[in-house]
T-cell receptor, first 115, second 111 residues
């Protein structure tokens, strides 16, 4: 089945230790997104890729970076995780439809714990 | 700045009841509105997408309406079941691949 896969599902890191989260998709969608969701809060868009074009949200901290080596894969790098970065990180994809976004398809998320 | 609000934050109903979840947004300049379902500790599943030119969408026991001019959307769930228990989020597409989410309504359907 076509889907969005995130690895790992759970990640524990230490304060200040770099961590990379992975997302892959078999939908062949050209847009990929990373969201941060803290407990009982709305998902917050960090950035998105439209093909190879990277678009950072204005309020996304510099501590967060992303890479998209090809259509299928996208990575979220947190250079120096702080306690406030503990959250669920959601990857999503969409194809370019009639609107700018069309339906978004989400992965199961990676829950990041920072010790 | 677009803001999305969902009321109530939590709702508990007995099985079989029809219910309405509310979503409001501050800027009517949207491309579409989506309703998602999120189970505890999981990702989001798209339920319904309403384009800005549409008034409603239906899927099974779910019906979503959109009133752009008043900045409101409702999600109607008919004959609720315990399996409907989850958090329901609405999200508006403001263009430029930017989606703004509400914080969700946590629904609990009692058997």
């Amino acid at each position: 089945d076509a889907m969005v896969i995130q690895n790992p599902r759970y990640q524990v890191t230490q304060f200040g230790k770099p961590v990379t989260l992975s997302c892959s998709q078999t939908l062949n969608h050209n847009v990929m997104y990373w969201y941060q969701q803290k407990s009982s809060q709305a998902p917050k868009l960090l950035f998105h890729y439209y093909d190879k074009d990277f678009n950072n949200e204005a309020d996304t901290p510099d501590n967060f970076q992303s890479r998209r080596p090809n259509t299928s894969f996208c990575f979220l790098d947190i250079r120096s995780p702080g306690l406030g970065d503990a959250a669920m990180y959601l990857c999503a994809t969409s194809g370019l439809g009639a609107s700018s976004t069309d339906t978004q398809y989400f992965g199961p998320g990676t829950r990041l714990t920072v010790l | 700045k677009q803001e999305v609000t969902q009321i109530p934050a939590a709702l508990s109903v007995p099985e079989g009841e029809n219910l309405v979840l509310n979503c409001s947004f501050t800027d009517s300049a949207i491309y579409n509105l989506q309703w998602f379902r999120q189970d505890p500790g999981k990702g989001l599943t798209s339920l319904l997408l309403i384009q800005s030119s549409q008034r409603e969408q239906t899927s099974g026991r779910l019906n979503a309406s959109l009133d752009k001019s008043s900045g409101r959307s409702t999600l109607y769930i008919a004959a609720s079941q315990p399996g409907d228990s989850a958090t329901y989020l609405c999200a508006v597409d403001t263009g430029g691949f930017k989606t703004i989410f509400g914080a969700g309504t946590r629904l609990f359907v009692k058997a």
